[in-house]
């Protein structure tokens, strides 16, 4: 029988070795732990801002094995809502086991807590307790909420009073992503604050919502659904009086951007089932100067 010589045999169990260190702690099988090694992060700290490369760095510093990747940094600064819907929005297109470190967070330093939460969808989040995870638990629905109380899964067992990313949300993170279970963050939680968000409403005719967010195209993501739609019995091919602020106009509701002419208003279901209105190859946010919380009303053209 052939026999490895020495010296391969103690390659070969190096090998063995560097790859069982390198590879992140799996998750127990009762699912009590992300272990996935993937951390991604929503912040409103800026597209190109040196405090994402230093949350970054402290994901790394507690796991360096970590893989960081970003739903967004450019929430609208302080803008809690607007996060909650962006959140709600990507999360479910990652893979369970998955842990979002989550900073939108202008009462940091006072008593707020910070919080981590497990969904029914297996997914993990870490955030300050100021209702940015109220879409998330709604629509992937909330298995359990525990208080980041446990220091030693921090940056260094201390905290700042104006950088808790740093401090907290990141190494809690990256904790949770190198396998550290979930029942370890610190003592259960029996609620969490959320907040009031517009939601759609169906009003005799007309459907009352706000615009969620502006896309980089300047087209306007609202918070009017495709259920709010199917209550009017609003279809494809119909035209619709659109208002959003003080500007209303016709515009049809069509399958795709392209249906129209180029320069032509639009309705479309984007792809998360949200409403949204557009201009084909240009900008609607621009034109109508809306933002984020602005007014919307649908109804049927007359």
Not at 38 to 58: E, F, N, P
């Amino acid at each position: 029988m052939y026999r490895v010589p020495p010296p391969f045999r103690l390659l070969a169990t190096s090998i063995v070795l560097a790859v069982l260190i390198a590879a992140p702690v799996l998750a127990q099988e009762d699912g009590s732990s992300p272990g996935t090694g993937m951390v991604v992060l929503l912040t409103d700290y800026g597209s190109d801002s040196i405090y994402v490369g230093i949350l970054k760095g402290a994901i790394y510093k507690k796991f360096p094995n970590a893989r960081v990747d970003a739903i967004t940094n450019a929430v609208p600064p302080y803008d809690i809502a607007s996060g909650a819907y962006l959140l709600a929005e990507a999360a479910p297109e990652y893979p369970k086991g998955t842990v979002f470190c989550c900073v939108v967070d202008p009462g940091v330093g006072t008593e707020r807590k910070s919080i981590a939460i497990k969904t029914n969808s297996g997914h993990y989040f870490v955030a300050p307790d100021n209702g940015l995870l109220t879409v998330v638990a709604d629509r992937l629905g909330l298995a359990a909420i525990r208080e980041c109380t446990n220091q030693d899964l921090w940056r260094d067992k201390v905290t700042s009073t104006v950088f808790h990313g740093r401090d907290i949300y990141g190494p809690v993170s990256a904790s949770f992503a190198s396998g550290v279970s979930f029942e370890a963050v610190g003592e259960t939680l029996d609620s969490m604050v959320r907040i009031e968000l517009p939601s759609a409403v169906v009003d005799g005719d007309t459907i009352r919502g706000a615009v969620m967010r502006a896309d980089p195209y300047g087209n306007l993501v609202t918070t009017i659904t495709r259920s709010d739609l199917e209550k009017l019995g609003i279809a494809r091919g119909q035209t619709l009086s659109v208002t959003i602020g003080s500007i209303t106009w016709a515009a049809p509701f069509v399958t795709t951007y392209a249906n129209v002419p180029k320069g032509d208003r639009l309705v479309v279901l984007q792809s998360s089932g949200f409403v949204e209105c557009a201009i084909n190859q240009a900008s609607l946010a621009d034109a109508v100067q809306a933002e984020a919380h602005t007014p919307v009303t649908l109804k049927k053209a007359d």
